[in-house]
Each structure stands twice: as C-alpha cells, then as structure tokens.
C-alpha cells in the first residue's frame, strides 16, 4: 500500500437493532498516537479528506470515516437512528479502536456537530476542534435546499455525468477544477447491475433522508438548544470556518461563536458558500496552521 494511499478498516459498532459495521480510512503511520479525524457531511464519504490527509499524514494518523449509512459502512436497519446521538456513538467506537492518546478532529457541516458533542462530553476528548461551515443555528433556507436532493433516488450512466448532477447541488462548494471534481466525485458512486440498467448510483442509503424530514420546527428549536449547550461546553481550542457566502451558517451565528463557549477563532473564504472542500490550498493551509499550533 503506498504512502499516498489510504487503509481501510471497519468496526462493529452497537445500534437498537444489533451491530453495524462503520468503516474509516487511514492515513499515515498506524502506530501514530497522534491522531487528526475528519469527518465528512450529510451526504458525503471519509474520501473528501483525502487531499488534506496527504497534506497532514506526516504529522498525524488521520482517519476519516464513512459515517454509517455512507461510504463502506453498512447501512442502518432503522433509519429513524440516521441521527447525531447515533453517530458520536459510533466515533467513541472508533476512537477506542484507533487508540489515539491526542485526538485533534475536523468536522465539514454534519461532521461537525458530531465534533460539537463529543468536544462537549468530557474536556479532554477532542483537543484541537475544527468545525467546518456549520453552527448550533442552522439556516433553514439551507435545510430546504438541501431536502430537495438528499435520499431523491438518480442513476447516471457516466461518472462525468453523475459529476455535472453533483456539481448542480454542490455549487456552493466554490471553484474546483474539473480534475478536483471528479476526484471528489468518484468516491460517491456505487456501480449498478447491469440488470438494473448499469450506470453508478449515489454512494449512500436514501433512508438518510427520513430522519431530516421528519424535522419539525418545535424539534429544530430544541435541537438547536442543545447544540448551543453543548458548544457553550467547549473547552478546547476551535477554528471555525465558513464559506462566506454559505447559506447554512449565518454570518450572525458565525460572529457568536467567536464571542462564547471556546470563542472559535473565525477564518472566512471569499467565492465560497456551502462549505469549503478544503482542497484549495488557502483552506488546507488554515486548517494546517491551527492544528499544528499545538
């Protein structure tokens, strides 16, 4: 396996229903006590992280896993547990198998309320938190945008055309090239039998969509309570990013964020919304230079 290649493993992971296995990828040497996990978004697989883990293997073991549902990782018999609770159970999992003595953690949008909890739950889980264009407030222009698309059913028969759908529901992403694109966009397909026509599917279980659903407005008002706890919480060290032009995190719930809990230092990205990639080397660059502060 080269340097420049990832690990791939799985764990056996507890739900309501049984076990389910949550894959992850690793970066850099296995004996590493040193460890950087990236988390990914609602949709999304352990494979976006992989431009900034080569940019950061020499100094960290990084793991990046396929939340469950997503990726290499089995997909939930009861999709109602498709939710963060869920989730940050599984990351304690992965934790305790990695053996990391020093946990530092970047989380893109639902990776990063994931960090958000477990940064929350005991003072020295996470020492160095990343979140990545998402806040205890979430806009709900977003959330609508984002329902429009996630768990819809598409077949493409090309990956470059698979590559044109996303782009048309990611533009938020900011500039890539077409060679930046497609190496986020091959990760998130999945061949189908020619029997069924052939072609790629998206790469996880349409039932993550259920649980966003079946959102209400009272259920988003005490969610968004909690999140503000549990950030109000945060003792470690954290950098928030933000695409500056994102429709999900407010410029005003940004602001706040510097101002309580762990008073998150605040980098911004012209050109960009929902959310950065960190692939372009201006964001792998701030991301480096908070975590190596340490």
């Known amino acids: ?39 990914h978004g609602l949709t999304r697989q352990g494979r976006d992280f992989d431009v900034l883990a080569r940019a950061l293997s020499s100094h960290y073991r990084v793991i990046c896993p396929d939340i469950a549902g ?16 869920r989730y940050v159970a599984d990351m304690v999992t992965v934790l305790a198998r ?7 953690w970047v989380g893109t949008s639902m990776g990063g309320l994931i960090g958000m909890a477990l940064a929350s739950l005991s003072p020295g889980a996470i020492h160095r938190l990343v979140i990545n264009d998402i806040g205890p407030a979430i806009e709900a222009a977003a959330l609508t945008r984002i329902g429009g698309y996630v768990g819809v059913a598409q077949r493409w028969d090309t990956v470059e055309q698979a590559a044109d759908y996303m782009w048309s529901n990611s533009r938020g992403f900011g500039p890539h090239t077409k060679d930046q694109w497609l190496a986020l966009t091959r990760p998130m397909l999945r061949p189908v039998d020619i029997a069924d026509g052939g072609g790629f599917r998206a790469h996880y279980d349409p039932a993550i969509a259920l649980p966003f659903r079946a959102a209400t407005a009272e259920s988003a008002a005490a969610g968004e309570a909690a999140l503000w706890r549990a950030y109000d919480a945060i003792a470690c060290p954290t950098l928030l990013l933000r695409g500056a032009e994102s429709d999900l995190l407010s410029e ?20 960009v919304g929902h959310a ?11 991301v480096r230079e908070f975590l190596l502060a340490s």
């Open 98 to 104: 990695v053996n990391a003595e020093t946990v530092h």
């Open 70 to 85: 997503r990726g290499e990782s089995d997909w939930l018999t009861q999709p109602m547990e498709y939710v963060i609770p």
């Open 1 to 39: 396996m080269s340097d420049h290649e990832p690990r791939l493993h799985h764990v056996s992971c507890l739900d309501a229903a049984g076990l389910h296995r949550v894959a992850y990828w690793e970066w850099g040497d296995a004996g590493n006590p040193r460890v950087l996990v990236c988390v």
């Open 276 to 286: 950065p990639t960190l692939v372009a080397d201006d964001q792998v660059q701030a």
């Open 252 to 271: 005003h719930t940004a602001l706040a964020m510097t101002q309580r809990g762990p008073r998150a230092s605040l980098v911004q990205f012209s050109g």
